[in-house]
Nanobody, 124 residues
């Protein structure tokens, strides 16, 4: 019933940059924590990054720390994932997720709403 919309995926070369965006259809989600997860074929979905409802706190997976940045624009009800220095191992379907609370968590089960996913493919 609630749809988050991701965009920005594509095919890039190693070392390139890409920015994903996720727009929440309702203002309610601009006040709650949101996160990014990714899943490669045959592998479990893994945490990438999250941001608190107020935007003051962020969390990153060790594998992307220093390369990815999560930020949000409350006025636009949009959260972004800026990805720099992309590696082939970053290839996956990236999903945006929203919690029902303002505090951030790094576990997928803590998120209630999900987008359809956007494919990111990084060639060597």
């Amino acid at each position: 019933q609630v749809q988050l919309v991701e965009s920005g995926g594509g095919l890039v070369q190693a070392g390139d940059s890409l920015t994903l965006s996720c727009t929440a259809p309702e203002r309610t989600f601009s006040r709650t924590a949101m996160g990014w997860f990714r899943q490669a074929p045959g592998k479990e979905r893994e945490f990438v990054a999250a941001i608190s409802g107020g935007g003051s706190d962020t969390m990153y997976a060790d594998s992307v720390k220093g390369r990815f940045i999560i930020f949000r624009d409350h006025a636009k009800n949009t959260v972004y994932l800026e990805m720099d220095g992309l590696k082939p191992e970053d290839t996956a379907v990236y999903y945006c997720a929203a919690r029902s609370f303002r505090n951030l968590l790094a576990v997928s089960s803590a998120y209630d709403y999900w987008g359809q996913g956007t494919q990111v493919t990084v060639s060597s």
